[in-house]
Nanobody, 115 residues
Framework: QVQLVESGGGLVQPGGSLRLSCAAS????????MGWYRQAPTNQRELVAT???????NYADSVKGRFTISRDNTKNTVSLQMNSLKPEDTAVYYC?????????WGQGTQVTVSS
């Protein structure tokens, strides 16, 4: 089992930036995918960005060009740099780990974009 702990959420004005971080511990295997999902009130949880241990990335269209995912395989961490934030980015952001269908979720961190 993999445990995920997120940090870095908060309140930011439109156009601002935030950086989310997630640290994984436990039984971590190579070939995994780590990333970020988000869920706004009344919405379903949706993919934001993922990155394989080999470095391949996948982004939601809504965040392309604004968000950047990165990871450090030696430290088992994944980060999400969020720039040019918009009010519609407001959501709880969840760190996610997947290894051939074995998944784990973090507890979530709130990101609020508001003036």
């Amino acid at each position: 089992q993999v445990q995920l702990v997120e940090s870095g959420g908060g309140l930011v004005q439109p156009g601002g930036s935030l950086r989310l971080s997630c640290a994984a511990s436990g039984s971590i295997y190579t070939g995994n995918v780590m990333g970020w999902y988000r869920q706004a009130p009344t919405n379903q949880r949706e993919l934001v960005a993922t990155m394989t241990s080999g470095g391949r990335t996948n982004y939601a269209d809504s965040v392309k060009g604004r968000f950047t995912i990165s990871r450090d395989n030696t430290k088992n961490t994944v980060s999400l740099q969020m720039n040019s934030l918009k009010p519609e980015d407001t959501a709880v952001y969840y760190c996610h780990y997947d290894w051939f269908g074995r998944t784990s979720w973090g507890q979530g961190t709130q990101v609020t974009v508001s003036s």
